[in-house]
């Protein structure tokens, strides 16, 4: 797969925006660098590649805008090792994110077409990530993965699931935008014997989040 000395500086320029918009942590912004977003989105829209904005992918669902990526991913806190439950594979692209973090990704898609062309693509970029499709409102709980460290939801939830919550370790975080039309930017943190701490950071817009669907392992 190409990668231009072109579409190289437009990632270096695209963190320097990123840097302006309030973006700090720095192993983010590395990453982000070094990723080629151009390769999880159609051909057609690759011009638009380092834009800051959503574009289309398949099964009428998104790429989220850089900015998201970087904002959700620092919100995160991952670090090394960390297990991160990630809902909604989409693209790929924040999963690889996660992956180049140096998490150990679990993640969920609902889209049968999407998922089995971004597992694909994954397998080929060597990303480890174990991909699953199914119901991210369900997440892990009938396989032997949970519990995680971190639970990052992709897209807009109407609330915040409580077997994603039951399957965060005591301290985890999930970083999750709750809302129906519009949602607002959550970070939740899950404490021992007590009610959760809940941040909030701003209005988003996200594409649906889906249920409903036996998950399976591929």
């Not at 051909?43 to 989220?64: F, G, K, N, R």
Request: hydrophobic fraction near 35%; include cysteine; proline fraction near 6%.
């Amino acid at each position: 797969m190409q990668d231009s000395y072109k579409q190289q500086g437009q990632r270096l320029q695209m963190c320097r925006n990123l840097r302006a918009k309030g973006i700090t942590d720095e192993s983010v912004l590395s990453v982000m660098e070094k990723v080629p977003r151009h390769w999880f989105m159609d051909s057609a829209l690759v011009e638009h590649a380092y834009d800051d904005q959503a574009l289309p992918i398949l099964c009428d669902q998104t790429i989220s805008q850089p900015s998201t990526v970087a904002f959700q991913t620092q919100l995160l806190g991952v670090k090394p090792g960390m297990k991160v439950l990630e809902i909604g594979t989409g693209s790929g692209y924040q999963t690889s994110i996660l992956c180049e973090l140096g998490a150990k990704v679990f993640t969920i898609e609902r889209q049968k077409g999407l998922f089995d062309k971004t597992k694909s693509l994954l397998w080929s970029l060597r990303y480890t990530a174990k991909c699953f499709l199914g119901d991210g409102y369900k997440g892990l709980t009938e396989v032997d993965y949970a519990p995680f460290d971190r639970v990052i939801i992709t897209c807009g939830a109407p609330y915040i699931p409580q077997p994603l919550m039951d399957q965060l370790k005591p301290d985890g975080i999930m970083v999750i935008p709750v809302g129906n039309e519009q949602q607002e930017m959550l970070r939740v943190t899950k404490r021992q014997g007590e009610e959760p701490l809940i941040e909030h950071f701003g209005n988003c817009r996200f594409v649906p989040m889906l249920g409903n669907v036996q998950y399976k392992y591929q």
